[in-house]
Nanobody, 124 residues
């Protein structure tokens, strides 16, 4: 069974940076598309970024393009989300997710496994 453990969240001032990590175990990491989603209070979970199995292809939500970078280290079974120029509207619980299909998907329902989430709070 796949297990995902998110970490790296915290409180940061607007304009600051954070790096989230997600440790994967239980299956072959390189067989999974990996994504990051976020959910703010009272809002639906929304797509943030995703990376292909080998890390060659990435997709981002328009709201984070140019500020966030998703990457993966298949030797360490870990996916990262580097978040720069953070804004108060980035405040949310961030979740990593794994998808066994071959194409990058931006819909939460397409992902098979989820981490427990890590809180990111950006103060103005």
């Amino acid at each position: 069974q796949v297990q995902l453990v998110d970490s790296g969240g915290g409180l940061v001032q607007a304009g600051g940076s954070l790096r989230l990590s997600c440790a994967f175990s239980g299956r072959t990491f390189s067989s999974y598309i990996m994504g990051w989603f976020r959910q703010a209070p009272g809002k639906e979970r929304e797509f943030v970024a995703a990376v292909s199995r080998r890390g060659y292809s990435t997709t981002y939500a328009d709201s984070v393009k140019g500020r966030f970078t998703i990457s993966r280290d298949n030797a360490k079974n870990t996916v990262y989300l580097q978040m720069n120029s953070l804004r108060p509207e980035d405040t949310a619980v961030y979740y990593c997710a794994a998808d066994s299909r071959g194409l990058i998907m931006t819909i939460a329902g397409e992902y098979d496994y989820w981490g427990q989430g890590t809180q990111v709070t950006v103060s103005s």
